[in-house]
C-alpha cells in the first residue's frame, strides 16, 4: 500500500500582523482535504487580510490540494486578500510546478506584481 491511509493532515492556524498563517503537516488528498477546508471556514480574520500557507510539513498532495489552495486563493482574492504558499519540497513542489500554479501562489516581492495579475 504506499502511502499510510491514516496519515491524514494537521491545520495550525495563527493571526499576527495582518497575516492568517496556516501551517499544514501531513497529506492533502481527497481524504484529508475537508480538514483544510473547515480550518478556512473556522479561522476569522478581517478582509483584505494575507492569507500564508506553509506547505514545509506536507508529504503528499494530489489534484484534490491544488484544488484546494486555488479555492483559498480565490477566497482571499475576493475578499480583498492574497495569498501565498511557502515550503513546498519535494514531491509536492513538483505537484504545484508541473501543475502550473506555483508562480501564482508564490509570495509577491515587495513592491513587485505578480505576471498576469494586474
Do not use: K
Amino acid at each position: 500500500m504506499g502511502r499510510d491511509d491514516m496519515a491524514g493532515l494537521d491545520v495550525r492556524v495563527a493571526y499576527r500582523a495582518g497575516t492568517l498563517a496556516l501551517t499544514l503537516t501531513g497529506e492533502i488528498d481527497l481524504d484529508s482535504v475537508a480538514v483544510l477546508h473547515q480550518a478556512i471556514r473556522e479561522a476569522r480574520a478581517p478582509w483584505g487580510t494575507h492569507v500564508a500557507i506553509d506547505l514545509s510539513g506536507v508529504t503528499f498532495m494530489d489534484s484534490t490540494g491544488i484544488h484546494a489552495l486555488l479555492t483559498c486563493y480565490q477566497r482571499a482574492r475576493d475578499h480583498g486578500g492574497s495569498l501565498s504558499v511557502t515550503g513546498a519540497q519535494g514531491v509536492v513542489e513538483r505537484v504545484l510546478h508541473l501543475s502550473g500554479i506555483l508562480p501564482l501562489l508564490q509570495p509577491q516581492p515587495p513592491g513587485g506584481t505578480r505576471p498576469g495579475l494586474n
